[in-house]
């Protein structure tokens, strides 16, 4: 027999950056899960491809919206749409994010700084803030539970020379949705953080084709492969399962062992 809780039918979950990368690869395991699916993103082509490829999978609904989570007024109003819409949100995955850094710490501007803080940091907050409001308004009239899902990285607890902007965004995300655990258990709402390793996105582009960067880095994966977008599909759907509804404050890193070696 099926074990159940693992299909999401009936559960709405927002996804930023869901158009592209380790988002997508939530997008597509969670529609796959047969659960209504909101995409946000920026770029309205690639919204649109998202929603084209993650339809066919399950199902539920798939929609995106053109959303700029460093802008208060639009993530504030996507995220009303988005419950006007479909009537309630289970789950909220904070994982739209950026990486600039410099080519050292003491040469780093401050526009770098903010570049990264305004997305990573301050997109995450209203994102989820949002959510919150949702599902304590759900919870106070009767229906409680919800998932707050936050995308940090491994750089949010490790050392991350010349990434000192991006670092800091990630690890102070951990600590904003440890803080959520503790503020909203009492709703049955959780609140937990996705590190991802190295995986193979348009952030590390560059370093993918880097000889070196495979020989020094890659070679210290115990796994033996960069990660795949495809890989956070299945942190994602039991996330948003009721399988997780007693798993909360919780750092989960997804890196082929990489932190251990």
Not at 187 to 212: C, F, H, K
Not at 252 to 260: E, F, M, Q, R, S
Request: net charge neutral.
């Amino acid at each position: 027999m099926t074990y159940k809780p693992f299909d999401l039918s009936g559960k709405v979950c927002v996804v930023t950056g869901g158009n592209k990368g380790i988002g997508l690869g939530m997008v597509e395991a969670l529609a796959a899960s047969n659960a209504d699916v909101v995409i946000w993103g920026r770029k309205t082509a690639d919204n649109d491809a998202a929603v084209k490829s993650a339809s066919k999978l399950g199902t539920g609904k798939v929609k995106a919206w053109a959303v700029d989570v460093a802008d208060e007024a639009q993530v504030v109003k996507a995220m009303k749409e988005a419950e006007e819409e479909f009537k309630r949100i289970d789950a909220c995955i904070a994982n739209a994010g950026v990486g600039r850094g410099a080519a050292a710490f003491e040469q780093m501007t401050l526009e770098t700084w903010r570049y990264n803080q305004s997305i990573n940091s301050e997109g995450a907050f209203l994102t989820l803030r949002e959510a919150a409001k949702s599902m304590v308004a759900r919870a106070k009239a009767g229906d409680p539970g919800g998932s707050l899902v936050g995308t940090a990285s491994l750089a949010g607890i490790e050392g991350a020379g010349r990434n000192q902007a991006y670092a800091h965004t990630k690890g102070g995300l951990i600590a904003m949705m440890n803080a959520c655990a503790v503020e909203y258990g009492r709703y049955g709402i959780r609140a937990n953080s996705v590190l991802p390793g190295w995986i193979a996105t348009d952030m590390t582009e560059g370093a993918q084709g880097n000889d070196v960067f495979a020989t020094k880095v890659i070679t210290r994966v115990p796994i033996r492969r960069w990660g795949e977008p495809a890989d956070f599909g299945g942190i994602a759907v039991y996330l948003a399962s009721d399988a997780s509804k007693y798993h909360s404050g919780d750092t989960l890193v997804i890196d082929g062992g990489y932190a251990k070696f």
